[in-house]
Protein backbone atom coordinates (compact mmCIF):
# COMPACT_ATOMS: atom_id res chain seq x y z
CA UNK A 1 0.00 0.00 0.00
CA UNK A 2 1.84 3.36 -1.39
CA UNK A 3 1.65 5.99 1.58
CA UNK A 4 3.06 9.41 1.37
CA UNK A 5 2.74 11.12 5.07
CA UNK A 6 3.65 14.73 5.74
CA UNK A 7 4.98 16.25 9.05
CA UNK A 8 6.27 19.94 10.41
CA UNK A 9 3.82 21.94 9.40
CA UNK A 10 2.45 25.34 11.92
CA UNK A 11 1.77 28.49 12.69
CA UNK A 12 5.52 30.77 12.17
CA UNK A 13 5.57 34.36 12.13
CA UNK A 14 5.80 36.37 9.02
CA UNK A 15 9.76 36.10 7.70
CA UNK A 16 10.08 33.17 9.61
CA UNK A 17 11.52 29.35 8.67
CA UNK A 18 9.48 26.10 8.49
CA UNK A 19 10.94 22.56 7.04
CA UNK A 20 8.36 20.01 5.79
CA UNK A 21 8.90 16.50 5.22
CA UNK A 22 7.01 13.84 3.53
CA UNK A 23 8.02 9.91 4.17
CA UNK A 24 6.62 7.65 1.40
CA UNK A 25 6.51 3.51 2.00
CA UNK A 26 5.05 1.12 -0.65
CA UNK A 27 6.96 3.00 -3.50
CA UNK A 28 10.84 2.67 -4.72
CA UNK A 29 11.09 6.41 -3.91
CA UNK A 30 14.22 7.03 -5.79
CA UNK A 31 12.48 6.37 -8.55
CA UNK A 32 9.78 8.88 -8.54
CA UNK A 33 9.53 12.55 -9.16
CA UNK A 34 8.47 14.22 -6.45
CA UNK A 35 6.62 17.50 -5.42
CA UNK A 36 4.73 20.00 -3.36
CA UNK A 37 1.96 21.53 -4.08
CA UNK A 38 -0.10 24.05 -1.46
CA UNK A 39 -4.19 24.86 -1.64
CA UNK A 40 -5.26 27.90 0.47
CA UNK A 41 -8.34 28.38 1.16
CA UNK A 42 -10.84 29.38 -1.48
CA UNK A 43 -7.85 29.25 -4.26
CA UNK A 44 -7.09 25.90 -6.33
CA UNK A 45 -4.41 23.89 -5.71
CA UNK A 46 -0.66 25.20 -7.23
CA UNK A 47 2.63 23.88 -7.88
CA UNK A 48 5.13 24.83 -5.18
CA UNK A 49 8.39 22.96 -6.55
CA UNK A 50 9.03 19.74 -8.00
CA UNK A 51 12.19 17.29 -7.74
CA UNK A 52 12.81 15.01 -10.65
CA UNK A 53 14.39 11.15 -9.94
CA UNK A 54 17.39 12.72 -11.10
CA UNK A 55 17.72 15.66 -8.92
CA UNK A 56 16.39 18.47 -11.54
CA UNK A 57 14.61 20.93 -9.13
CA UNK A 58 11.81 23.74 -10.48
CA UNK A 59 10.06 26.05 -7.77
CA UNK A 60 7.21 28.59 -8.82
CA UNK A 61 7.84 31.89 -9.35
CA UNK A 62 6.03 32.76 -5.67
CA UNK A 63 8.65 31.06 -3.70
CA UNK A 64 11.83 30.61 -6.06
CA UNK A 65 14.97 32.07 -3.75
CA UNK A 66 12.61 31.46 -0.71
CA UNK A 67 12.03 27.46 -0.61
CA UNK A 68 14.11 24.69 -1.22
CA UNK A 69 12.92 21.11 -2.15
CA UNK A 70 15.33 18.09 -1.28
CA UNK A 71 15.25 14.19 -0.78
CA UNK A 72 16.99 11.70 1.33
CA UNK A 73 16.61 8.17 -0.72
CA UNK A 74 17.64 6.63 1.74
CA UNK A 75 15.16 7.64 3.89
CA UNK A 76 12.58 7.17 1.61
CA UNK A 77 11.71 11.21 2.67
CA UNK A 78 10.63 14.48 0.59
CA UNK A 79 11.77 18.02 2.49
CA UNK A 80 10.66 21.62 1.99
CA UNK A 81 12.54 24.20 3.72
CA UNK A 82 10.59 27.16 3.66
CA UNK A 83 12.20 30.53 4.44
CA UNK A 84 11.59 34.87 5.15
CA UNK A 85 7.80 33.13 5.10
CA UNK A 86 4.82 35.87 3.93
CA UNK A 87 0.96 35.39 5.19
CA UNK A 88 0.46 34.22 1.18
CA UNK A 89 2.18 31.43 2.25
CA UNK A 90 -0.64 29.88 4.15
CA UNK A 91 -1.73 26.90 2.76
CA UNK A 92 -2.78 23.08 3.02
CA UNK A 93 0.75 21.59 1.52
CA UNK A 94 0.30 18.39 -0.14
CA UNK A 95 3.63 16.29 -1.41
CA UNK A 96 2.98 14.20 -4.49
CA UNK A 97 4.99 11.39 -6.06
CA UNK A 98 5.04 9.79 -9.65
CA UNK A 99 6.36 7.74 -12.36
CA UNK A 100 7.38 11.25 -14.21
CA UNK A 101 6.92 15.00 -13.40
CA UNK A 102 3.77 14.88 -15.33
CA UNK A 103 2.22 12.09 -13.69
CA UNK A 104 2.04 12.58 -9.91
CA UNK A 105 -0.86 10.10 -8.78
CA UNK A 106 0.05 9.61 -4.85
CA UNK A 107 -1.06 12.45 -2.81
CA UNK A 108 -0.20 12.67 1.09
CA UNK A 109 -2.93 14.20 3.34
CA UNK A 110 -1.67 17.30 3.60
CA UNK A 111 -0.18 19.74 6.79
CA UNK A 112 -1.97 23.33 7.48
CA UNK A 113 1.03 25.67 7.05
CA UNK A 114 -0.25 29.13 8.80
CA UNK A 115 2.05 32.61 8.39
CA UNK A 116 0.74 35.19 11.14
CA UNK A 117 1.72 37.21 13.39
Known amino acids: QVQLVESGGGLVQPGGSLGLSCVAS????????VGWYRQAPGKQRELVAT???????DYADSVKGRFTISRDNDKNTLYLQMSSLKPEDTAVYYCAAGPTLREFNRWGQGTQVTVSS
Open 51 to 57: LSSYGNS
Open 26 to 33: GITFRLYA
